[in-house]
T-cell receptor, first 113, second 115 residues
Framework: GDSVTQMEGPVTLSEEAFLTINCTYTATGYPSLFWYVQYPGEGLQLLLKATKADDKGSNKGFEATYRKETTSFHLEKGSVQVSDSAVYFCALPCIQGAQKLVFGQGTRLTINP | DTGVSQNPRHKITKRGQNVTFRCDPISEHNRLYWYRQTLGQGPEFLTYFQNEAQLEKSRLLSDRFSAERPKGSFSTLEIQRTEQGDSAMYLC?????????????FGPGTRLTVL
């Protein structure tokens, strides 16, 4: 079945460091890919998405490129801020039926000033 | 557009009691999803409504769980005879449309603690 694998956390960085969170997937066909973020005490918010191969999603300085060849959708940011501290989830919708989202296990990111 | 709302935000109950959660989706969103999230894990799909019809249920949804979406608006998730293993965050999401690329918008969740 469809699945998403994220790099294990937690990840701790200093402010202004470069961030990469790896995400790879297994899916039938070529689904859209999503990154959601969960700030402390809040629900999931869509961070960015890409709907087809080679698309780049971007938002708030974060970017991710849909790589069909490597079945990956790694999240990157050039200079992180303390306010980026959160849990990040990679997800894809099952193409069949309910199109429910399948999530990775999440990566907790802590940015120190 | 006030977003997806869920009530209550927190629920503490004793084992064996029944609990009910409510989700109010974004107005006019035809799809509504329930997910469960345990500590340190990503959300897992429970069930899905297209308008008022419940079209898919996960094997995670035992017969103690029931969900409704009367009139295709708000939804309720009831858990009967709660068990300690039911302790989790219950998330509701809604979307407009029928494509896999359509964004699901999540509510803040209801955190259930079963003592």
């Amino acid at each position: 079945g469809d699945s998403v694998t994220q790099m294990e956390g937690p990840v701790t960085l200093s402010e202004e460091a470069f961030l990469t969170i790896n995400c790879t997937y297994t899916a039938t066909g070529y689904p859209s890919l999503f990154w959601y973020v969960q700030y402390p005490g809040e629900g999931l918010q869509l961070l960015l998405k890409a709907t087809k191969a080679d698309d780049k999603g971007s938002n708030k300085g974060f970017e991710a490129t849909y790589r069909k060849e490597t079945t990956s959708f790694h999240l990157e940011k050039g200079s992180v801020q303390v306010s980026d501290s959160a849990v990040y989830f990679c997800a894809l919708p099952c193409i069949q039926g309910a199109q429910k989202l399948v999530f990775g296990q999440g990566t907790r990111l802590t940015i120190n000033p | 557009d006030t977003g997806v709302s869920q009530n209550p935000r927190h629920k503490i109950t004793k084992r064996g009691q029944n609990v009910t959660f409510r989700c109010d989706p974004i107005s006019e969103h035809n799809r509504l999803y329930w997910y469960r999230q345990t500590l340190g894990q990503g959300p897992e799909f429970l069930t899905y409504f297209q308008n008022e019809a419940q079209l898919e249920k996960s094997r995670l949804l035992s017969d103690r769980f029931s969900a409704e979406r009367p009139k295709g608006s708000f939804s309720t998730l009831e858990i009967q005879r709660t068990e300690q293993g039911d302790s989790a965050m219950y998330l509701c999401a809604s979307s407009l449309g029928v494509r896999a690329a359509d964004t699901q918008y999540f509510g803040p969740g209801t955190r259930l603690t079963v003592l």
